[in-house]
């Protein structure tokens, strides 16, 4: 088979998932509550004060218990590189003990060794969604400072049990998502229309200050060990050529970027600190928080799903990844309003290496759809030509960057096999080459069935990008 030469041999093809959105096992092997434990309907509504039977979470895609057999599917698509998170709950099952849970680290061992034995390099979130649900109601989550220390006894412990066996990791999945899902991104209990600004920017404060003590840490552990940030990459074209429509896409990008910023530059750019003057907010940022931001980041990872639009006097809402904007009059949309632009993938990757010259990771990019199961040939299957042609595209376009003179280190599908949604916690909402029979009404048998894009990406990453 040819193989792609614009494509470096080093290439890390792979896919990426969540522990919250496929672990299951939600009070087995002493794990505590963790907020999506009380979150049956994602982002869309006030989390539940229990955990209640309609909440898929509860059980995923019970990845607890079948994580060898979905491993050995993720070896047969020839995966170089698995994403997982850990389940902060299952080390710390309140968050602010002082000691772990030995039988949730035993789980992590046992899930490395699987892809060990495949030859599947890990990258490991250190939170992906997940805060303790004890942290969230006991100390409001991030807006608390005490959170950067629980943070650092949690990573640390991580990076001295598996440090010699992980060298990829991310400190914080989408850190820039806490503007918009302060609950689901920052464990913040206060509901978000009562919540001051002060706090929410104390809390992203905390947050950036954990992420580079974290850094310093798995540097001081092994220093061949890579640690990233992660954001929520979304270009945003202004709607008309009006020069305010571009101002509002500079400001609008620069509440994205400026997570990035920090995380590469180890400091606070000017405009975001004009924008906490503005705001009247005073950040509570010690000595040592400015010394201990100094510890950037090896490279820059990012979620990219869509595009979106701005205007300086609004437009029709456009619906996005977390984040909202104004609709693009000129791209299709998937069944959740989620307009699709793989040009603007280039765009991206091309202004990242621009602005940071770190190398670059995407490590979620995806097609949320309704699949139909049909049966061929006495096989159940799902002929998913919409995922096909969305991953072709978008790989096209990070080629493309490559030939741009980018560095990128690697790309994780966003749910190589079906697993639960972040936004609406639906199952219907399908992104995997592998189908799991389970439904939002949390009936099935759980069996997993290979999808029509299963062949397609264990081509392309078998020629390493030469059948695109
Ligand atoms: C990202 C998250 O925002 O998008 C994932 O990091 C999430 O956790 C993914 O699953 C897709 O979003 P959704 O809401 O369709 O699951």
Redesign the pocket.
């Known amino acids: 088979m040819l193989t792609d030469t614009t494509f470096p041999a080093s290439f890390l093809w792979g896919g990426a998932v969540?522990a919250n959105?496929l672990e299951g096992g939600y009070d087995e092997g002493g794990k505590g509550l963790s907020i999506q434990d009380v979150m049956p309907r994602?982002i869309a509504a006030p989390p539940t004060t229990e955990p209640t039977p309609d909440n898929l979470k509860l059980e995923g895609i019970d990845f607890y218990h079948r994580y060898a057999e979905d491993i050995a599917l993720f070896a047969e698509l020839g995966f170089k590189v698995f994403r997982f998170s850990v389940a902060w709950s299952r080390i710390f099952p309140l968050g602010d003990e002082e000691t772990p849970n030995e039988e949730g680290l035993a789980f992590y061992d046992r899930v490395l060794d699987e892809l060990e034995k495949h030859g599947i390099e890990p990258l490991i979130t250190i939170s992906?969604?997940e805060t303790p649900l004890h942290l969230a109601r006991t100390y409001d989550g991030w807006t608390d400072r005490r959170m950067i220390g629980f943070y650092e006894r949690y990573a640390r412990t991580l990076f001295e049990r598996y440090g010699d066996r992980v060298k990829y990791w991310l400190t914080f999945?989408?850190i820039n998502?806490v503007l918009h899902a302060p609950l689901m991104s920052g464990g913040i209990w206060t509901p978000k229309d009562q919540l001051r600004p002060a706090d929410l920017y104390q809390a992203i404060h905390h947050e950036l200050v954990a992420s580079a003590s974290a850094t310093r840490i798995a540097h001081e552990i092994n220093p061949d060990i890579k640690v990233g940030c992660m954001v929520?990459a979304m270009p945003i074209y202004p709607l008309t050529p009006d020069p305010a429509d571009a101002l509002k896409v500079m400001q609008v990008d620069h509440q994205n970027l400026a997570f990035s910023d920090v995380h590469v530059r180890g400091e606070y750019p000017g405009y975001f600190l004009r924008e906490l003057r503005e705001a009247g907010v005073e950040l509570d940022i010690t000595d040592a928080d400015r010394e201990t931001l100094k510890h950037t980041v090896d490279f820059v990872s990012f979620?990219y799903?869509m595009s979106l639009c701005e205007a300086a006097t609004g437009g029709r809402a456009g619906e996005g990844?977390?984040m909202g904007g104004v609709q693009n009059p000129t791209l299709p949309a998937s069944e959740?309003g989620w307009q699709i632009d793989p040009v603007g993938l280039r765009i991206v990757l091309n202004q990242f290496w621009d602005r940071w010259r770190k190398p670059l990771f995407i490590v979620?990019n995806?097609l949320?759809a309704t699949d139909v199961l049909v049966e061929q040939n006495g096989t159940m299957t799902v002929e998913d030509d919409y995922r096909i042609a969305y991953l072709r595209d978008h790989l096209v376009q990070v080629r493309e960057a490559i030939e741009d003179g980018v560095e990128v280190w690697g790309y994780t599908w966003?749910?190589p096999i079906d697993?639960v949604?972040?936004?609406?916690a639906q199952l219907s909402?399908r992104?995997g080459f592998i189908y799991v029979d389970r439904q939002d009404d949390g009936s099935g048998t759980l069996a997993r069935h290979k999808k029509k894009s299963f062949g397609f990406y264990a081509d392309v990453i078998a020629s390493n990008g030469a059948s695109l």
């Open positions: 969540a959105q994602g992906h969604y999945n989408e998502s929520i979620s799903y990844n977390i959740w979620e995806g949320g966003w749910g697993v949604s972040a936004s609406t909402k992104y």
